[in-house]
């Protein structure tokens, strides 16, 4: 359907990333386009230029809002985390902000641009148009998905929570998480690779070659994981593997593999296998590579729905994961503590492309 069709649009809210690499003059030029597609006038649009927060959904949506944001997967989550009420690391106000977020959600519809570094969620939801929202009210092929985002908790042995948060795009553990911090290390440096004339093929081959090298020099871990559904349990123990990644977008997930897109329960298991040689890992690095581009990976994608993923940590040494690959000190799993993985408890409306 074409964005005439979709209900009647009262307000606009734009969110953008105060420290978003892309010029500031395409961020604003975006909140016009989007503005435009849904027939609003400039002024009834709202613009936001701080870190998203669950008080800015709740001061700016009365009646029928779209709400778009302006920069990376990192900006996503902020933004998809403010729409649910969620707060990092404190489950006790997520709970009662979602009380009030719920009625909220019935008058969004959230459109994700991609002006940001790697924003796979907005490709993943709008495609061409993300990139080039002023196509927005022409696209014939648009609908509304309802995103649930994946929520985690870390909980130490007396079952005290040490971390809480959420993922839109991915969520990995150990590899992928040492990968992510390098990649971030070297953000500045990839962007202004990427500038260049031809630099986007430059830019990939560097990021390809960083990923190889940490991925080849990672350090394994083990633990148990515990898979439910309803009633039913199965354990699974995953020994000195060098990571594990749940994706749950059809970009970050490579064209061609099963069906997994933001409206879909579904997310992509993969687990990174550690080889003792160099040349075992380079190989099974390889494989592993061309399954997820060709779609024949040998894990079927999950359906988290009414599903929880427990993951126990038995090495002696903290294991790092990221998510949506936003990467920090404090994210850690220690030995000992339980990492849960399930879907959040609230869905955000999204414009998306079938």
């Given amino acids: 359907m074409r964005i005439a069709e979709l209900p009647p649009i009262e307000h606009a809210l734009a969110f953008r990333n105060p420290y978003a690499t892309a010029p500031r003059e395409q961020i604003v030029l975006s909140s016009v386009d989007v503005s435009n597609a849904f027939g609003l006038a400039d002024q009834a649009c709202t613009v936001v230029q701080e870190m998203p927060?669950?008080?800015?959904?709740?001061?700016?949506?009365?009646?029928?809002?779209v709400v778009s944001s302006h920069g990376g997967d990192g900006t996503v989550?902020?933004?998809?985390?403010?729409?649910?009420?969620?707060?990092?690391d404190d489950p006790e106000?997520?709970?009662?902000?979602?009380?009030?977020?719920?009625p909220l959600l019935e008058d969004v519809l959230y459109v994700p641009i991609a002006n940001g570094n790697g924003n796979n969620f907005a490709c993943s939801a709008l495609g061409q148009y993300a990139v080039d929202p002023r196509r927005l009210a022409d696209a014939p092929d648009?609908?509304?998905?309802?995103?649930?985002p994946l929520a985690y908790q870390v909980t130490d042995e007396r079952g005290n929570t040490v971390r809480s948060g959420i993922a839109t795009s991915c969520f990995g553990i150990n590899a992928a998480a040492i990968v992510a911090a390098k990649l971030h290390q070297q953000k500045?440096?990839?962007a202004a690779l990427g500038a260049q004339t031809v630099g986007q093929q430059r830019r990939f081959a560097k990021e390809t070659l960083i990923t190889a090298r940490e991925l080849l020099n990672v350090k394994p871990f083990s633990a148990d994981l515990t898979v439910t559904t309803g009633r039913d349990s199965a354990r699974e123990p995953l020994r000195n593997i060098a990571g594990l990644e749940l994706i749950g977008s059809h970009i970050y997930a490579k064209r061609g593999r099963a069906p997994v897109n933001i409206d879909d329960p579904r997310h992509q298991v993969v687990v990174a296998t550690h080889h003792m040689s160099r040349t075992a890992g380079l190989a099974s690095l390889l494989l592993m590579s061309a399954r997820l581009a060709t779609g024949q990976h040998k894990r079927r994608p999950l359906d988290l729905t009414d599903t929880t993923l427990t993951l126990r940590v038995i090495s002696n040494q903290p294991v790092p994961f990221h998510t949506d690959g936003e990467i920090g000190d404090t994210l850690m799993i220690e030995p000992g503590q339980l990492l849960r993985l399930r879907l959040g408890n609230?869905?955000?409306?999204?414009?998306?492309?079938r």
């Avoid at 927060?53 to 809002?65: C, K």
């Fill in 188 to 190: 500045l440096q990839l």
């Fill in 93 to 102: 106000v997520t709970a009662s902000n979602e009380t009030v977020h719920r």
């Fill in 77 to 88: 989550q902020l933004v998809v985390a403010a729409a649910i009420g969620h707060v990092r």
């Fill in 142 to 148: 648009l609908d509304i998905g309802f995103h649930r």
């Fill in 346 to 353: 609230l869905a955000v409306p999204t414009l998306i492309r």
């Fill in 53 to 65: 927060a669950p008080r800015h959904i709740r001061a700016n949506v009365g009646g029928r809002t």
